[in-house]
Nanobody
Framework: QVQLVDSGGGLVQPGGSLRLSCVYA????????IGWFRQAPGKEREGISC????????YYPDSVQGRFTISRGDAKNTVYLQMNNLKPEDTAIYYC??????????????????WGQGTQVTVSA
């Protein structure tokens, strides 16, 4: 059984940083990538950082490129999302997900099978 536990959200001022963590277990070879989606009030879910486990290839949309970095921890069952220079528009609930392919990070997440419980990120002065 796949388990995803995400954490690390909080309240931060614009320009600040946060690091999210995702501890996962039970992932089979059907899932080749891990990443983060977010959903802001009144908006669709969007994939914002994903990594292919086999070779470390990553995907970032333009909205976070250069500010967010996804990485795997030394413990192979952990993924981090380092978020720098946060903006008010980054306010959302952030979810750790497992993906059947890195390309699914470009989707709205409709076909994603497993989600973490979500962690709230609020960027406000």
């Amino acid at each position: 059984q796949v388990q995803l536990v995400d954490s690390g959200g909080g309240l931060v001022q614009p320009g600040g940083s946060l690091r999210l963590s995702c501890v996962y277990a039970g992932i089979t070879s059907d899932y080749s990538a891990i990443g983060w989606f977010r959903q802001a009030p009144g908006k669709e879910r969007e994939g914002i950082s994903c990594i292919r486990t086999s070779d470390g290839s990553t995907y970032y949309p333009d909205s976070v490129q250069g500010r967010f970095t996804i990485s795997r921890g030394d413990a192979k069952n952990t993924v981090y999302l380092q978020m720098n220079n946060l903006k008010p528009e980054d306010t959302a609930i952030y979810y750790c997900v497992v993906l059947r392919g890195l390309g699914m990070c470009r989707s709205t997440g409709r076909d994603i099978d497993y989600w973490g419980q979500g962690t709230q990120v609020t960027v406000s002065a």
